[in-house]
C-alpha cells in the first residue's frame, strides 16, 4: 500500500504542445501497469484550453471549481460548471477548457490503450475558442 500525503508530488504545467495558456496539473491516481486507469486534476487559467483530442477508452470529466467550456467537433460549446459530470465517449473529438474570463478546474479520469491515454490533434484557435 502506498500513501500519497498532501503535497508530496510536485504540480506540473501542462505541456504546451497539447495545451494554450497556462494549465497546471496534479496527479490523483498514477496506478502502475497493470492498471490502466489515470486521474488528474487540471486547473485552466482563464481563456486555457486543451487542443483538440480524442481518448481511446474515452474520459469522464468532474468539475471541481470555476466555469469553463467543453466542445464535440461539429457540435456547439456547452458550458460547464463547479458540480457538473461530463462522459466523452472513446474516439469522440473535442476539447475542454476555462471560459474566457473564469478559471476552471476539474478531474479528469481515463484509461490507457497501450500506454497512450489521449491522441493529440490541432489546438484550439482563438478564433474557434471566441465562436462559442
Ligand atoms: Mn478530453
Known amino acids: 500500500m ?3 500525503k498532501a503535497g508530496e508530488r510536485p504540480t506540473v504545467r501542462a505541456n504546451s504542445a497539447y495545451f494554450t ?4 496539473q496534479d496527479p490523483v491516481v498514477s496506478a502502475p501497469e497493470p492498471a490502466r486507469v489515470a486521474a488528474v486534476t487540471v486547473a485552466f487559467e482563464p481563456g486555457a484550453r486543451t487542443n483538440w483530442h480524442t481518448h481511446p477508452l474515452g474520459q469522464t470529466l ?3 471549481s470555476g466555469a469553463g467550456l467543453i466542445q ?6 456547452r458550458e460547464i460548471r463547479a458540480g457538473d459530470t461530463v462522459w466523452i465517449p472513446p474516439g ?4 475542454h477548457g476555462a471560459g474566457p474570463e473564469t478559471a476552471m478546474t476539474h478531474l479528469a479520469i481515463h484509461e490507457q490503450q497501450d500506454g497512450s491515454a489521449a491522441d493529440w490533434l490541432e489546438p484550439v484557435t482563438d478564433e474557434q475558442y471566441k465562436a462559442g
Open 2 to 4: 502506498q500513501i500519497f
Open 21 to 24: 495558456g497556462t494549465v497546471w
Open 62 to 64: 468532474h468539475v471541481l
Open 72 to 77: 464535440v467537433w461539429g457540435e456547439a460549446q
Open 92 to 95: 469522440v473529438k473535442h476539447w
